[in-house]
């Protein structure tokens, strides 16, 4: 999307340009190029809401570098994590069945950050969602992998496609599962002075 931006988004996750045109706001992308790589010691909080501050102000100066439109800068990460572990995407099946042995028949937690950059300065917010599994079998696991869905997906899921039949229950933000929590990102934007609700969006 690129008429009447009003935002450049840090991403290409094709269900963030979903969400955004969701609530209204007109947007370029601009995918961030980094490192995303755990630290030694981080805490799924603080990994989840770095890697989102740092996306945002990576495409930031990237953009003023190449002297483009100043636009606010909007960074997101999503991370699953349970027994302080952070699941990330299944590089196989192997992995998907693994990380299926860890949330199956149990809750796991959801960390979405969003940050948005701009000329005055960096603010991110940080959504924490409750997801319960249903027991899955590894014949299951293996049937989902082979969907191709959770290839790119936090955990090995998508709570808005095929995932959703394995979930049982969710306490929090539901867009913050998918990728970007809105009530968190429209308060960003709306301080920043980015309105939301634009029906051509």
Known sequence: MTH??????????????ELLRQIGVAYVVQPADLNEDERAGETPDRYVERLARSKA????????????EALPVLGAD??????????????DEAALRATFARLSGREHEVLSAVALVSATGTSSRLSRTRVRFRVVTPEEAKKY??????RDKAGGYAIQGYGAVFIEHIAG??????????AETAELLVAAGVSVWHPEA
Do not use: H
Request: charged share 20%; proline share 7%; aromatic share 8%.
């Open 57 to 68: 102000e990576w495409v930031w100066r990237s953009r003023r570098e190449a002297g483009l």
């Open 78 to 91: 999503t991370t699953v994590t349970v027994d302080g572990l952070i699941l990330g995407k299944p590089a």
């Open 4 to 17: 009447d931006a009003s935002i450049c988004l840090a991403s290409a996750s094709p269900r963030r340009c």
């Open 173 to 182: 933000s539901y867009s913050g599962v998918m990728g970007l929590p809105l």
């Open 145 to 150: 992998w082979l969907t191709g869905e959770p």
